[in-house]
Nanobody
Framework: QVQLVESGGGSVEAGGSLRVSCVVS????????MAWFRQAPGNEREGVAAMNRAAGFTIYADSVKGRFTISQDNAANTVYLQMNSLQPEDNAMYYC??????????????????????WGQGTQVTVSS
């Protein structure tokens, strides 16, 4: 059974950086889409970034473009989200997700939660002003 386990969240001041990790236990095709979502209290869960690991394709929400970077370490079976220039509006629980039922990341639908059948438990990111 495939599991996604996030880690690396924490508390930082505005302008700081954090890197969160998602370790994949079990097999996920490198052509499957993997993504990071986040959910702040009272808000809906939103897509932050996604990647097709085999193709090196990445895509980002406008709100994080230029500040966040999604990447992978194939040997460690891990997907990362490097977050720079963090702001209080980035406060949220961050979730790793994978779509093991399709190949590739759709630029039109990558932010649709229902496309992802595998989810981690989340890691909290807190940014203070």
């Amino acid at each position: 059974q495939v599991q996604l386990v996030e880690s690396g969240g924490g508390s930082v001041e505005a302008g700081g950086s954090l890197r969160v990790s998602c370790v994949v236990s079990g097999y996920i095709d490198s052509r499957n889409c993997m993504a990071w979502f986040r959910q702040a209290p009272g808000n809906e869960r939103e897509g932050v970034a996604a990647m097709n690991r085999a193709a090196g394709f990445t895509i980002y929400a406008d709100s994080v473009k230029g500040r966040f970077t999604i990447s992978q370490d194939n040997a460690a079976n891990t997907v990362y989200l490097q977050m720079n220039s963090l702001q209080p509006e980035d406060n949220a629980m961050y979730y790793c997700a994978a779509d093991s039922t399709r190949l590739g990341c759709s630029s039109d639908y990558w932010r649709v939660m229902s496309r992802y059948n595998l989810w981690g438990q989340g890691t909290q990111v807190t940014v203070s002003s």
